[in-house]
């Protein structure tokens, strides 16, 4: 399955990608965990990359696109992949049409998560990431076991530089001007499923495991 996660800063995009992924035994790629990879190593597309994410504003169209293009063309996302943090432009959502027309393929469906802004202010304010394993855990809706510890193999958990209010505030706003009318797009191309993605995780998992199961083996 060829699948794109949508969704505000805090809607639970990376919690979720991590289950639907498995379930669906497709690699999960998110361009915010290669953009925060690439800055802790210091290379030069992290050296690019820092200052916008600090703001919270959008690494450039042509930046961000040649790194999606680069890891679609990998081994592991030639027979499906769960795209989390792509596309977020209305450009960056041709391109990948692009991509995927040249690769004789075409994406099978938009899942929104469909959140409030008052509750993705209070996830992104107690987001804790795992430095090793970058699972994904809240200090009061999701806490590991022993603080500051990731319950699956004991790294150290830290707060993302981004997840300041002033910065949430600004990502929020990048959200609803340029990343929501990917909804239309994908809206009027019939690809768009919305989910709840209020209430427990393991529910919001199943809504959306339950959602794609049509989807599935349609090959
Ligand atoms: P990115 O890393 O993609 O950040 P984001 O879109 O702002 O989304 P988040 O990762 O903050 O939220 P999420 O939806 O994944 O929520 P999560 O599951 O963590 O991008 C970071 C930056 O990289 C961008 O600002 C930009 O600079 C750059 N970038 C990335 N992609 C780009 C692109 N395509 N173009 C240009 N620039 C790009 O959950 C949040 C918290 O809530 C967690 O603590 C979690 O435990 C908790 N939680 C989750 N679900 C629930 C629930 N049901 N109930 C209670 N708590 C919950
Ligand atoms: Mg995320």
Redesign the pocket.
Known sequence: MRLV?V???????????QFIAEHLSIPKI???????ANVSQGTPLGLQ?KA??D???????D??IDM?RHRLAEADATGGFLL??????TP?AQVLDDILADAGVKLDVVLE?V?END??I???S????CRSCNH???????PPAVEGVCDLDQGGLYQ?D??QPV?IAN?LE??ATD?SPLVNYYAERGLLIGID?????D??TQRATDALRPLEHQD
């Open positions: 996660l969704g505000p800063p805090g809607a639970g995009k990376g919690t979720q990608a998110s361009t915010g965990d290669i953009f925060r990359a916008f994410m703001r919270g504003d959008l690494v450039p169209d930046v961000t999606v989390d943090g792509f596309p977020r432009t960056q998560l959140v509750e993705v209070r996830r992104l107690g987001r804790r990431t994904i855990w809240h200090v009061d809706f999701d993302r981004d997840d910065t990502r990048i959200y990343t993605a209020t209430g427990p995780v529910d919001i």
